[in-house]
């Protein structure tokens, strides 16, 4: 490439605008001419365009009062007139970007974040101030947000947790630990991270560039310390000064390896042993590091040693039994090693370790042994009570060997079917066993000494009862057997089976046959345990005979023989040409006028309906015609209808006497009222001084006279009641209309201070109305 290009294409680069700035572009100028450079040795070619636009570029954050200068938007069409007008449409254009029409300054308005938005994507129009009139095509430009360094790194997490195994070599990585910077990767230092270790050392150190944690220290064992704090802190800038910076914490455990043997604590164990007894080895690693196993060496008939995977102790177990009488001493040579093994650390290292252990055997008081156990005695059922079933035998395995008694543990025996023989353990029936009930009986012995009852063995005795043939066969189910009226001779009508609940030694075989020489049916052995009845002969008739009852004899070939005789119930029904049964009901006889039993119940039966619909719509037309007792208003009679509440005046004769109401010098204080119940069920009465009521009396005559003559009135009992007043009453009335003063003359103030009762009253009477009719007060 010749100096004039590479000249040429710093030219292009200087061209392009800054913030702030705006290059017009001329199309008439050449600037390859400016070089020298000939028409043939153009290698860029730029397109005739209209106006100059570019990326701009805006610092974030920005602090200043003003707006933040963008840049200058600029056409070759703007001659400076004002006829141009610049429009800008996009990202943000009219809120977070201005641009003035006349000039094509662009400003930002507002505090810009890189870490929001990097980039704004806006297009610019050229109009015509008058015409609106695009003088330039819709053309697009960026700006793009430059970043400053105003985010610290970021852990994901304050404390990161991670494990090396112990005796790890230096430079072994333990884990890695990045942290994040929001600023921009692309652009300077901000987001450029360095890590370092500020506490953790001289154990561990972390890589600066990608923040891999490693071992720094050998030999460092878990016995000695398990867990290790470490800080690490990440700062941009790439470390230099005046970086942002973030730490956190790493929780790092060692891991254990097995680097160290099993030891025994003392050379020599003493066991006074009766049943077990466990040594233990001491081993500082942990889990499967830490997991032994023991061995007697060179075995022994008499120990065994296992371990328990729990604890890591070793068990001496015995492997047959001791006797006290016989060797109280015994000593053997334990071998304690790990089950895993790591190969780094086994150089120069016994991972193995020994002790000698001593067994004294304890004498110990043991209960007493059976001879057997379980035992398993067979009985043949039906044995008779007391019959013997076994002997079962136990012995004190100590020296002294002392007696025992046998009894018979009552809950596994709740039938109380057997008893044994406290001195020489004999078991006999206390019943009669039978097989058909229960082939087996499980029971309880227990042998207990005499001089220590708490020494006590239990044994398990089984008593399988053996089969007598004691049951005679029987129909294996309950047949439903019929017969068709139309038959032949030789037809199959059942097949039958039988079942024995005995259970001989060569199986079951049964005969069946028929009692007696039977005219109708005939049976047919067929020698597998079952047999077919068929007819002997035909033409069946239910008037004749509906139902038949064939005796079966079933027999059993075991000894003694068993037999038993079973009936088979056969029906005779109608049947289909197919032999399929459709009713096995017996005929009804016909009577002499030829009506049926059944016919005759259907006739009757309709007659008691019909005569109780006749019942019931006479019923219900009487209902209808009988008139009420209350024809119109103007009638005399009344129905009584009683109110729970204060009596009315004279006309309410069921709360008050109408005599005294007439008479209120004869009030007795005495007299019940006769609208409550009465406290006493025969008050004293007393003659009343009333004088001869005779209109009271003439009155009540002459309704009572009318009320009979009345051939309209019901035939059953009523009562009649008649609002009379009578000549007069020392209360007067209190209607209006006999009153002397006119609605001028008085006053009804007063009724308003009668109580809400009266407040309807008031205000009738106070507002003056009139409306003519005799009111009462009651």
């Known amino acids: 490439m010749t100096t004039n290009k590479l000249l040429f294409l710093l030219l292009l680069l200087l061209c392009i605008p800054f913030p702030g700035e705006s290059l017009p572009l001329n199309p008439g100028n050449n600037i390859g001419n400016l070089f020298g450079i000939s028409d043939n040795e153009k290698i860029l070619h730029r397109s005739k365009r209209g106006w100059m636009w570019n990326q701009f570029f805006l610092l974030e954050e920005y602090g200043g009062n003003d707006h933040q200068y963008v840049g200058k938007l600029h056409s070759n069409m703007d001659k400076g007139d004002g006829n141009v007008r610049y429009e800008l449409t996009g990202d943000g254009a009219?809120?977070?970007?201005?641009?003035?029409?006349?000039?094509?300054?662009?400003?930002?308005?507002?505090?810009?974040?890189?870490?929001?938005?990097?980039?704004?994507?806006?297009?610019?129009?050229?109009?015509?101030?008058?015409?609106?009139?695009?003088?330039?095509?819709?053309?697009?430009?960026?700006?793009?947000?430059?970043?400053?360094?105003?985010?610290?790194?970021?852990?994901?997490?304050?404390?990161?947790?991670?494990?090396?195994?112990?005796?790890?070599?230096?430079?072994?990585?333990?884990?890695?630990?990045?942290?994040?910077?929001?600023?921009?990767?692309?652009?300077?230092?901000?987001?450029k991270l360095v890590?370092?270790?500020?506490?953790?050392?001289?154990?561990?150190?972390?890589?600066?560039?990608?923040?891999?944690?490693?071992?720094?220290?050998?030999?460092?064992?878990?016995?000695?310390?398990?867990?290790?704090?470490?800080?690490?802190?990440?700062?941009?800038?790439?470390?230099?000064?005046?970086?942002?910076?973030?730490?956190?914490?790493?929780?790092?455990?060692?891991?254990?390896?097995?680097?160290?043997p099993p030891r025994f604590a003392n050379r020599k164990y003493q066991l006074g042993l009766g049943a077990i007894g466990r040594i233990k080895a001491d081993d500082p690693d942990i889990g499967r590091n830490a997991e032994m196993e023991y061995t007697i060496v060179g075995g022994h008939d008499t120990f065994n040693i296992i371990?328990?995977?729990?604890?890591?102790?070793?068990?001496?177990?015995?492997?047959?039994?001791?006797?006290?009488?016989?060797?109280?001493?015994?000593?053997?040579?334990?071998?304690?090693?790990?089950?895993?093994?790591?190969?780094?650390?086994?150089?120069?290292?016994?991972?193995?370790?020994?002790?000698?252990?001593?067994?004294?055997?304890?004498?110990?008081?043991?209960?007493?042994?059976?001879?057997?156990?379980?035992?398993?005695?067979?009985?043949?059922?039906?044995?008779?009570?007391?019959?013997?079933?076994?002997?079962?035998?136990?012995?004190?395995?100590?020296?002294?060997?002392?007696?025992?008694?046998?009894?018979?543990?009552?809950?596994?025996?709740l039938e109380r079917l057997f008893n044994?023989?406290?001195?020489?353990?004999?078991?006999?029936?206390?019943?009669?066993?039978?097989?058909?009930?229960?082939?087996?009986?499980?029971?309880?012995?227990?042998?207990?000494?005499?001089?220590?009852?708490?020494?006590?063995?239990?044994v398990p005795v089984f008593?399988?009862?053996?089969?007598?043939?004691?049951?005679?066969?029987?129909?294996?189910?309950?047949?439903?057997?019929?017969?068709?009226?139309?038959?032949?001779?030789?037809?199959?009508?059942?097949?039958?089976?039988?079942?024995?609940?005995?259970?001989?030694?060569?199986?079951?075989?049964?005969?069946?046959?028929?009692?007696?020489?039977n005219p109708n049916f005939t049976i047919d052995d067929k020698e597998d345990n079952t047999a077919n009845i068929l007819t002997r002969r035909g033409g069946f008739s239910r008037r004749e005979m509906s139902v038949y009852f064939l005796p079966i004899v079933i027999s059993d070939n075991d000894y003694p023989i068993q037999s038993s005789t079973s009936t088979l119930v056969i029906r005779v029904c109608a049947c289909d040409s197919r032999g399929n049964m459709q009713s096995c009901s017996p005929e009804v006889l016909p009577f002499s006028d030829g009506l049926t039993t059944g016919a005759l119940v259907a006739i009757l039966l309709c007659v008691c309906i019909l005569l109780m619909i006749v019942v019931l719509f006479a019923a219900l037309r009487r209902q209808r015609k009988k008139e009420p007792l209350i024809i119109s208003k103007e009638d005399v009679r009344d129905n009584v209808v009683s109110y729970n509440d204060e009596g009315g005046g004279e006309e309410d004769t069921q709360a008050f006497d109408i005599g005294t109401l007439r008479n209120p010098e004869v009030m007795d204080?005495?007299?019940?009222?006769?609208?409550?119940?009465?406290?006493?069920?025969?008050?004293?009465?007393?003659?009343?001084?009333?004088?001869?009521?005779?209109?009271?009396?003439?009155?009540?005559?002459?309704?009572?006279?009318?009320?009979?003559?009345?051939?309209?009135?019901?035939?059953y009992d009523s009562l009649a009641t008649y609002a009379y007043e009578g000549s007069g009453?020392?209360?007067?009335?209190?209607?209006?209309?006999?009153?002397?003063?006119?609605?001028?003359?008085?006053?009804?103030?007063?009724?308003?201070?009668?109580?809400?009762?009266?407040?309807?009253?008031?205000?009738?009477?106070?507002?003056?109305?009139?409306?003519?009719v005799d009111s009462k007060i009651t």
Request: glycine share 6%; hydrophobic share 35%.
């Open 195 to 260: 890590y370092s270790i500020l506490q953790g050392q001289p154990y561990f150190s972390v890589d600066s560039e990608n923040g891999t944690i490693k071992t720094a220290l050998p030999g460092m064992d878990r016995e000695v310390k398990e867990q290790y704090q470490v800080v690490i802190q990440a700062k941009d800038m790439a470390g230099q000064m005046g970086g942002l910076s973030g730490t956190t914490t790493v929780s790092i455990t060692l891991t254990d390896v097995n680097d160290s």
């Open 729 to 772: 009453s020392l209360a007067e009335s209190l209607s209006s209309l006999e009153s002397a003063a006119t609605e001028g003359d008085q006053d009804y103030d007063y009724l308003s201070n009668w109580g809400p009762q009266f407040k309807k009253l008031a205000e009738m009477y106070i507002a003056g109305e009139w409306f003519g």
């Open 420 to 458: 044994v023989d406290s001195v020489n353990g004999t078991i006999t029936t206390l019943k009669a066993l039978d097989r058909e009930m229960s082939k087996w009986h499980n029971i309880s012995v227990v042998a207990t000494e005499i001089n220590n009852p708490r020494q006590t063995t239990r």
């Open 94 to 191: 009219g809120t977070l970007f201005l641009i003035d029409e006349k000039s094509g300054d662009i400003h930002a308005t507002k505090r810009l974040d890189r870490e929001e938005k990097a980039m704004y994507i806006l297009h610019a129009k050229v109009l015509d101030r008058t015409t609106l009139a695009e003088l330039e095509p819709d053309t697009e430009f960026n700006i793009k947000i430059h970043d400053i360094n105003d985010n610290e790194p970021r852990f994901a997490k304050d404390v990161f947790f991670a494990s090396v195994p112990e005796m790890s070599e230096v430079g072994t990585s333990v884990v890695t630990i990045t942290a994040t910077d929001a600023d921009d990767q692309t652009y300077g230092n901000s987001a």
């Open 669 to 715: 204080a005495n007299k019940l009222r006769r609208d409550i119940i009465p406290e006493m069920l025969f008050p004293f009465r007393r003659t009343s001084p009333i004088k001869d009521n005779t209109d009271v009396r003439d009155f009540i005559n002459g309704r009572l006279h009318e009320n009979d003559s009345d051939p309209t009135a019901p035939p």
């Open 307 to 413: 371990t328990d995977q729990t604890t890591q102790e070793g068990v001496v177990i015995i492997k047959k039994r001791l006797d006290y009488e016989t060797k109280r001493d015994y000593e053997f040579r334990v071998e304690v090693q790990n089950t895993y093994l790591d190969a780094r650390f086994i150089h120069g290292l016994q991972f193995k370790d020994y002790a000698t252990v001593k067994v004294t055997v304890e004498d110990v008081d043991e209960p007493p042994v059976f001879g057997r156990n379980p035992y398993i005695i067979e009985v043949h059922e039906d044995t008779a009570a007391g019959s013997f079933v076994g002997v079962v035998s136990a012995r004190d395995p100590d020296a002294g060997n002392k007696p025992v008694k046998y009894s018979i543990d009552r809950h596994t025996d």
């Open 463 to 517: 008593i399988k009862v053996l089969d007598v043939n004691d049951n005679a066969p029987e129909f294996a189910m309950s047949y439903d057997t019929f017969v068709c009226e139309r038959v032949k001779a030789g037809q199959l009508i059942q097949t039958i089976s039988a079942v024995d609940t005995d259970e001989p030694l060569v199986g079951h075989k049964f005969v069946f046959s028929i009692s007696s020489t």
